[in-house]
């Protein structure tokens, strides 16, 4: 994973989740930019916390974050998706399509600010 994020500006992830309770389904979004992800303590070191964690201790962390999970009843291989969770599949697309627009968006703009300075 971290080297897919080396010197990305924006990384988004996407994360099974086990909350308890569980409510199979259930869309969770965290957001970090370059100040967050370098702070040690942002996240608990399971998954892509561990994954961050690294990545700050190499100098490769992204510029900006943004993690998707996505609250699961069971993990087991071979079972697909389940009905909840196949439920969430376009309405998450349609988020992480709405992040890339926003930050592309900015990055025109903060291009195009430094243009005019």
């Given at each position: ?31 970090l930019d370059t ?83």
């Amino acid at each position: 994973m971290i080297r897919l994020w080396e010197n990305a500006q924006l990384a988004v992830v996407l994360e099974p989740a086990h909350a308890r309770p569980s409510r199979p389904g259930r869309i969770y979004r965290l957001e970090l930019d370059t100040a967050a992800l370098w702070r040690a303590g942002t996240m608990h070191p399971h998954g892509l916390g561990a994954a961050v964690s690294l990545a700050r201790a190499l100098g490769r962390l992204p510029g900006h974050l943004v993690a998707y999970a996505v609250d699961v009843a069971d993990i087991s291989l071979g079972h697909g998706l389940s009905e909840p969770v196949a439920a969430t599949v376009g309405q998450l697309a349609e988020r992480v399509e709405a992040d890339l627009v926003r930050h592309r968006g900015a990055a025109a703009r903060g291009s195009a600010d430094g243009a005019r300075a």
